[in-house]
Each structure stands twice: as structure tokens, then as C-alpha cells.
């Protein structure tokens, strides 16, 4: 009765959000404009806000005029400020909580959250919940545990009144009373500080739980899995798939990396195909979601947050255009700025985005501002990587684990350059030379400059494949104090410092690289 009645309220609230975000959509200038004007109205007596005449922002452009884009060095000195006991510097009042998320920039990066921001972020959860329920039935969903693999419940002083956790941390520590009963793996088991053990701990709850949806990166469910079925089989307890511990699991809500990679062998360890959510949860602010089964990320325009989008092309100009949701073109890379209720002001968040539809506004994140390797004039991005692997891994049976791409300068043996690929495979392809060839030639396709490069050998060689141990990039991560949920292995790189701490970790256990013959 009980899962009955969750299950209807589920289906009535996810019907309603439905109607709420088409509403949104078919309006969206206005309700973005309305909500810049908001957000400027509360902040105008801030230090900020006084600074940058927000007393007579009146439009988008009078704001855009008077607000300059900015990235994380560029607030870092004023949050310090707030840290050390100011009120009012970019947002009323005094941030009691932080997120702290790794950088590009400047190491590792504090970032304020407010009340009103921590709203905006329970609502993206609960618009994701809503759309899992529509795909996989509400009633299943209400019926059994729901795991958030996330980060770490437990917070650390960042200074007097103020606590540093993980966002998804922070978020699980204020469930609404519905969802606390279920919720796994529990405040207890998520407030284990250390990673590892952290998830050894999931992982000997969840093998007895009738898990009905998963939640987190897809990289750090893989070594859940892992670490199930080795105890399984430790204990003389095999299973044939995990799917036969959880048969009412239906859906899975992912983010942090691109899925397509690792699809594949999520539904092998699954035994079975299930329903899956995409969604853009940023430490800065929520911002997309994948509301229908096909199809990119829907903008979440109605979360409290304004979107700016500059052309990557003028990116470092002294006057970049700033697009907003009433003039940005289809297909064309931009990076995203965000203003948000977090004293958040035309943040550069470092992502790149295009979008791929109108109506609601689609968009496919396309990867870093700073995440890119061009060594050779060959501008590929994290995007083309990604496409490339899972068309290599789909004609070849390959499965990978975590990977990233690096340049390989010229030397004295060979007066050109290209990429290293540096992979784990779970299943490594039937062909290593074939696989090779396949990345090159589907990089060539999606990506002009690098076919450029490649006609004939001229600019680049061939990519090299370096198969590495599974369980290598978990160790680095590990002595590199970037485990959990906060931090991602790059999928690229524009210098070798990765790719040389990785090939000095495993020595010899690397597998001879692979080049393609003639190249």
C-alpha cells in the first residue's frame, strides 16, 4: 500500500514538473532575464553589488556592461573574505557551507553555497528522480533502497562558522523525511572519510539490499561492482551478473563523465539493459538534464541561475561576446558562464557546451576549457576523444576502463609527434592494431585539424596504445589524494605530466605500446 501510494505521488508531481518545464521552455528569454533581475536585485547591497552598480541594472545588457566574466582566481580573494568572517561580499549574509572541487586553475577550489543555491541543487535531484520514476514506473522506484554513491557526509571547519564537505554529501545530509528511510548507503556508511574504505562499506551493504536505482559517476560504480563480486567470490558466493542481486534495479542516474565509454560493460555486470538519466550537476550549480530517452541535456532554466555562453573562440579577447538563451546558435562550442544565488557573477565554469537542439534548449557537453590537446595544431577535444574510443571499442569488442590521451613530442628518433592513449581495458580488443587504427581514422572523421595533421604523416604519426593494469588509475588517484566523487581522471591532456606519473607508477607492467605498422 504504502509503495503504491509513493509510487502515485511520484507519477502526479512528475506530471506536474513536466508541464512547469515546457511552460519554462516555450518563455525562456523572459524567465531568464527575470531571473538575472532577481538575483541582482538581492545582491545590490553586497560588496559586489556595489561595486559593479548593480543599484541601476535595469537588462541583461546593463548588467553585462557593468559585470565583467570571471573564473575562480578572480573571486577566490573576495570568498576569502567571507571566510574570514565578512558578511556581504558577493551574496547576502555569510555562506556557512563550502564545496570543495578540483580545479584547473588553481588547485583544488572552495566554493560558497548558500541556502538558496542549496534549493536550486535539491531541485535538480528531485526533477532527476521525477524523470526516472516517468521511465522506470514510480511505484518500483518507492519500493526499496535507492544508492547515491557519492561523496563524503562529514564536513571539516573551513574557518569560524564555516564547514567544507562534498555537494553530493552536503545534499544527502538533508534528504527530505520520505527518502531518508530510503536511502543507502546511509548516513553512517557515507560518513566513512576515506574513500576506500568507504566503498568497501558500500559495497558489503548493497550485495543484501533490493537496490532499485543507482546514482553516481559510472567510473566509481565499475569498481563497486568489482569490489561486490571479488568478495562474492572470495566467500565461494558467485553470482553470474549482479543483476540477479538487485532484479527490481530499473534505472540509473549518471553524470561527471561521459556514459557511452563504459555502457557496455555496465550492462554486462548488470546482465541486462535498464533505464538511464543524464544529468549536469556542477559544484557551481545544476544545470542540465536528460529529460527524454533520447536526446542531450535539457537547460534547467527555472533553478535560479542565468546562463551566459561565449563563443570559444573569444575566449581571452578583451571584449568577448556574451550569448544568452534568446541568440545562441546550434552547434557551435561555447563555454558556460553562470550567475547564480551562490554570489556566483558571470563565472566561467570551465566546461564547454553545444547545443544540439531548440525548444526546450538541448546541449552536449563537449568538454573543458582547459582540457585539450594541442600539441601539433590538432585542437581535438574531449568530446572527439570520447567518440572516438567507443567507436574503436564497438568494432573491435574492446570494453575499456578509465583512459586519457596525451601528446608524444618529436625527438631525436622521430622528428614528429602524436598521441599517446593510455587505457584500461576490461576486455581489450580482438585487434590492438585494428583498435589503433580505428581511433585514428574516427578522430580524422570528426575532427578536421587532425585529419589535417594526419594526411600522409605530415604533421602527426599515428596514435600509440599504451595498455595499462586494470586498477592503475584507482592506485595514482589514490597517492594523489583524488579519490571520491569530486575528482575525474582527464580524458586529455595538453602536456605529459599525467601520462609520465601513470607509465613511472606501473614500469614494466605496461604493455608495449602499439604504434600502426608503417606509421
Given at each position: 500500500?504504502?509503495?503504491?501510494?509513493?509510487?502515485?505521488?511520484?507519477?502526479?508531481?512528475?506530471?506536474?514538473?513536466?508541464?512547469?518545464?515546457?511552460?519554462?521552455?516555450?518563455?525562456?528569454?523572459?524567465?531568464?532575464?527575470?531571473?538575472?533581475?532577481?538575483?541582482?536585485?538581492?545582491?545590490?547591497?553586497?560588496?559586489?553589488?556595489?561595486?559593479?552598480?548593480?543599484?541601476?541594472?535595469?537588462?541583461?545588457?546593463?548588467?553585462?556592461?557593468?559585470?565583467?566574466?570571471?573564473?575562480?582566481?578572480?573571486?577566490?580573494?573576495?570568498?576569502?573574505?567571507?571566510?574570514?568572517?565578512?558578511?556581504?561580499?558577493?551574496?547576502?549574509?555569510?555562506?556557512?557551507?563550502?564545496?570543495?572541487?578540483?580545479?584547473?586553475?588553481?588547485?583544488?577550489?572552495?566554493?560558497?553555497?548558500?541556502?538558496?543555491?542549496?534549493?536550486?541543487?535539491?531541485?535538480?535531484?528531485?526533477?532527476?528522480?521525477?524523470?526516472?520514476?516517468?521511465?522506470?514506473?514510480?511505484?518500483?522506484?518507492?519500493?526499496?533502497?535507492?544508492?547515491?554513491?557519492?561523496?563524503?557526509?562529514?564536513?571539516?571547519?573551513?574557518?569560524?562558522?564555516?564547514?567544507?564537505?562534498?555537494?553530493?554529501?552536503?545534499?544527502?545530509?538533508?534528504?527530505?523525511?520520505?527518502?531518508?528511510?530510503?536511502?543507502?548507503?546511509?548516513?553512517?556508511?557515507?560518513?566513512?572519510?576515506?574513500?576506500?574504505?568507504?566503498?568497501?562499506?558500500?559495497?558489503?551493504?548493497?550485495?543484501?539490499?533490493?537496490?532499485?536505482?543507482?546514482?553516481?559517476?559510472?567510473?566509481?560504480?565499475?569498481?563497486?561492482?568489482?569490489?561486490?563480486?571479488?568478495?562474492?567470490?572470495?566467500?565461494?558466493r558467485p553470482v553470474t551478473s549482479l543483476g540477479e542481486l538487485w532484479p527490481n534495479l530499473s534505472v540509473f542516474i549518471h553524470g561527471g563523465v561521459a556514459f557511452s565509454p563504459y555502457r557496455a560493460t555496465f550492462e554486462e555486470w548488470l546482465g541486462r539493459a535498464i533505464e538511464y538519466v543524464e544529468v549536469y550537476p556542477a559544484s557551481e550549480g545544476f544545470v542540465g538534464l536528460q529529460t527524454e530517452r533520447s536526446g542531450d541535456l535539457t537547460l534547467m532554466l527555472d533553478y535560479g541561475i542565468f546562463y551566459e555562453f561565449v563563443p570559444v573562440e573569444d575566449l581571452g579577447a578583451p571584449r568577448p561576446r556574451r550569448h544568452t538563451v534568446a541568440d545562441v546558435e546550434l552547434d557551435r562550442p561555447y563555454a558556460l558562464a553562470l550567475t547564480t544565488p551562490a554570489g556566483l557573477w558571470s563565472y566561467l565554469l570551465g566546461d564547454t557546451v553545444r547545443f544540439t537542439a531548440r525548444?526546450?534548449?538541448?546541449?552536449?557537453?563537449?568538454?573543458?576549457?582547459?582540457?585539450?590537446?594541442?600539441?601539433?595544431?590538432?585542437?581535438?577535444?574531449?568530446?572527439?576523444?570520447?567518440?572516438?574510443?567507443?567507436?574503436?571499442?564497438?568494432?573491435?569488442?574492446?570494453?575499456?576502463?578509465?583512459?586519457?590521451?596525451?601528446?608524444?613530442?618529436?625527438?631525436?628518433?622521430?622528428?614528429?609527434?602524436?598521441?599517446?592513449?593510455?587505457?584500461?581495458?576490461?576486455?581489450?580488443?580482438?585487434?590492438?592494431?585494428?583498435?589503433?587504427?580505428?581511433?585514428?581514422?574516427?578522430?580524422?572523421?570528426?575532427?578536421?585539424?587532425?585529419?589535417?595533421?594526419?594526411?600522409?604523416?605530415?604533421?602527426?604519426?599515428?596514435?600509440?596504445?599504451?595498455?595499462?593494469?586494470?586498477?592503475?588509475?584507482?592506485?595514482?588517484?589514490?597517492?594523489?589524494?583524488?579519490?571520491?566523487?569530486?575528482?575525474?581522471?582527464?580524458?586529455?591532456?595538453?602536456?605529459?605530466?599525467?601520462?609520465?606519473?601513470?607509465?613511472?607508477?606501473?614500469?614494466?607492467?605496461?604493455?608495449?605500446?602499439?604504434?600502426?605498422?608503417?606509421?
Open positions: 500500500m504504502i509503495e503504491r501510494a509513493g509510487g502515485a505521488a511520484l507519477r502526479v508531481y512528475a506530471a506536474h514538473r513536466r508541464r512547469v518545464r515546457e511552460g519554462v521552455a516555450r518563455d525562456a528569454v523572459r524567465v531568464q532575464e527575470t531571473t538575472l533581475l532577481d538575483l541582482v536585485r538581492t545582491a545590490r547591497g553586497t560588496a559586489f553589488g556595489r561595486t559593479h552598480g548593480f543599484e541601476d541594472v535595469r537588462s541583461v545588457a546593463d548588467y553585462q556592461q557593468r559585470t565583467p566574466l570571471g573564473d575562480y582566481l578572480r573571486f577566490q580573494s573576495l570568498w576569502k573574505r567571507a571566510l574570514d568572517g565578512q558578511r556581504d561580499v558577493t551574496w547576502p549574509g555569510r555562506p556557512r557551507y563550502w564545496v570543495k572541487t578540483s580545479g584547473t586553475t588553481a588547485g583544488d577550489k572552495l566554493i560558497p553555497v548558500t541556502p538558496e543555491a542549496f534549493r536550486a541543487h535539491r531541485k535538480g535531484g528531485w526533477d532527476a528522480l521525477l524523470v526516472a520514476a516517468e521511465r522506470a514506473g514510480g511505484d518500483g522506484l518507492s519500493g526499496g533502497p535507492l544508492l547515491l554513491l557519492g561523496g563524503c557526509t562529514a564536513l571539516t571547519p573551513a574557518s569560524e562558522g564555516c564547514w567544507v564537505g562534498d555537494l553530493s554529501g552536503l545534499v544527502v545530509r538533508d534528504l527530505p523525511p520520505g527518502f531518508r528511510a530510503r536511502y543507502s548507503p546511509g548516513r553512517d556508511v557515507a560518513s566513512i572519510p576515506h574513500w576506500d574504505e568507504r566503498i568497501d562499506a558500500v559495497a558489503a551493504l548493497v550485495e543484501h539490499q533490493d537496490l532499485r536505482l543507482l546514482s553516481g559517476m559510472p567510473s566509481w560504480l565499475l569498481i563497486l561492482f568489482e569490489r561486490i563480486a571479488c568478495a562474492r567470490r572470495a566467500a565461494g525548444d526546450p534548449l538541448r546541449l552536449a557537453i563537449t568538454g573543458r576549457i582547459r582540457h585539450f590537446v594541442n600539441a601539433f595544431g590538432e585542437n581535438v577535444i574531449v568530446e572527439e576523444v570520447e567518440q572516438a574510443l567507443v567507436v574503436a571499442c564497438r568494432r573491435t569488442g574492446a570494453e575499456p576502463g578509465e583512459f586519457t590521451v596525451a601528446p608524444r613530442y618529436p625527438s631525436s628518433g622521430e622528428p614528429r609527434g602524436g598521441h599517446d592513449w593510455l587505457v584500461e581495458f576490461r576486455i581489450p580488443p580482438r585487434d590492438r592494431e585494428a583498435f589503433v587504427r580505428q581511433l585514428d581514422e574516427a578522430l580524422a572523421a570528426l575532427n578536421t585539424d587532425y585529419r589535417t595533421k594526419r594526411i600522409v604523416d605530415v604533421g602527426m604519426v599515428a596514435p600509440r596504445l599504451i595498455e595499462l593494469p586494470i586498477g592503475t588509475y584507482h592506485r595514482w588517484m589514490r597517492e594523489a589524494g583524488k579519490l571520491g566523487d569530486q575528482h575525474k581522471v582527464p580524458r586529455v591532456t595538453n602536456d605529459r605530466a599525467m601520462a609520465e606519473a601513470l607509465l613511472a607508477a606501473v614500469g614494466a607492467r605496461a604493455r608495449e605500446p602499439l604504434v600502426l605498422s608503417g606509421a
